[in-house]
Each structure stands twice: as C-alpha cells, then as structure tokens.
C-alpha cells in the first residue's frame, strides 16, 4: 500500500497535506485533549494530524484508503465509543462525506466530529440542507486567511472552514473567525 499511497500523493490532486499550524491551532480550539477516543480518517503515516496527536499521547486511530487495511471511509467503522472524529477530506468528495459523518452520528457510531472544508461548502441547497437540519449543535469557525496547502509539485490557497459538530468547546459561539 506504500507505492500506492506514494503515487496517489504525486498525482491526485485531492492529495493535499495539511500544514501543522492549522493542526495546532484546531486542536487548541476544541480542547482536543478532552476527547478520549478520537478518529482520523484520511490520514495516513505523514500526517500532521496524527504527528500532533502523537506528541500530545492523545488516544488516536488514525486510517486511511491507502494503509495496510485499505481503510476506506465510507465503510470503515470508527473506533469503539469514538467521541470525535477529525479530518481534512478530499474536497471533490465533500457531499457524500458530509452525508456520512451525519450518517455516524446518527447511528452513534460517532459522538462528534469536525471536517476542515473549502469555504463553497456552505453553497448548494443541498449542502445548506443538511447544516440546517442539524444547526442545533453546529458550529462553523472560519479562517480569515487563506490555507496554503502543499502536494507533492504543487500547492494551492483555499478559503477554508472547519464545520464542527457537537463540540462542547464550540457550543457558546458557534461562529468564530481563526
Ligand atoms: C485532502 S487529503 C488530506 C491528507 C491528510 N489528512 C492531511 O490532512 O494532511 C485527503 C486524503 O484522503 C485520502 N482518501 C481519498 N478517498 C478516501 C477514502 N474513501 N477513504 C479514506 N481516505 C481517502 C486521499 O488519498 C488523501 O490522502
């Protein structure tokens, strides 16, 4: 699964890595440390994700497609009694992703997760939709500058956002700019 992993990286261009401040300051926001069974799909053995989580001895699985059980997230179970799942998804899956994490809630598979997302996420019908159906315990925290994400030749800026759910850190203001 190395290779694989290895030339997805060179070629995909949903293949992004996410830089460590946004890491650190994410983790600093919801108290990540409170959490006692976190989840990090979309991550695989580089990560920053799992590098902080690491130093920090938070308690952690961290899958990916590409890792020796072909963790795919859309059939992958989260771990037992997971009180946050956390990630930076591909974007260019974003709906279905974001069907899914409501998916595991509902199921209590999950007990809350938050999805750093292009800031288009809050565009569609569709997608308003579901942030609307469960706006009760969303919270929605949006970065004032632009994220430079890194590829294996390439980079781009984006406009992000972490749309969170059911994060008692975030639950008093449920709008903040980073
Ligand atoms: C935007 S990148 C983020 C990588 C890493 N999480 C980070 O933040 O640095 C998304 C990653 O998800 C992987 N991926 C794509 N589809 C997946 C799926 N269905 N299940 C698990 N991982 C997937 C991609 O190969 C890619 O490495």
């Given amino acids: 699964m190395g290779n694989e992993y290895e030339m997805d990286k060179s070629t995909n261009p949903d293949h992004v890595a996410t830089p460590r401040w946004v890491v650190e300051n994410i983790y600093s926001l919801i108290n990540v440390e409170e959490f006692e069974s976190i989840w990090l799909p979309f991550n695989n053995y580089d990560s920053e994700f799992k590098n902080k989580a690491e130093e920090l001895n938070l308690k952690y699985k961290s899958t990916h497609i590409f890792d020796d ?21 591909p974007f260019s899956q974003q709906n279905d992703i974001i069907v899914r994490s409501f998916d595991l809630i509902e199921q209590k598979a999950i007990k809350s997760f938050a999805l750093l997302l292009p800031l288009a996420t809050l565009e569609t019908e569709r997608r308003a939709s579901i942030y609307q159906e469960y706006n009760d315990k969303l919270s929605i925290l949006i970065f004032k500058k632009r994220i430079k994400f890194l590829g294996h030749s390439t980079s781009f800026n984006r406009g992000c956002c972490w749309i969170c759910y ?13």
Avoid: K
Wanted: proline content about 12%.
């Fill in 166 to 178: 059911n994060i008692p850190a975030l639950q008093e203001r449920r709008i903040q700019w980073v």
């Fill in 69 to 89: 059980l072909g963790n795919d997230f859309f059939t992958t179970h989260p771990p037992n009694r997971c009180d946050l799942m956390i990630s930076n998804p």
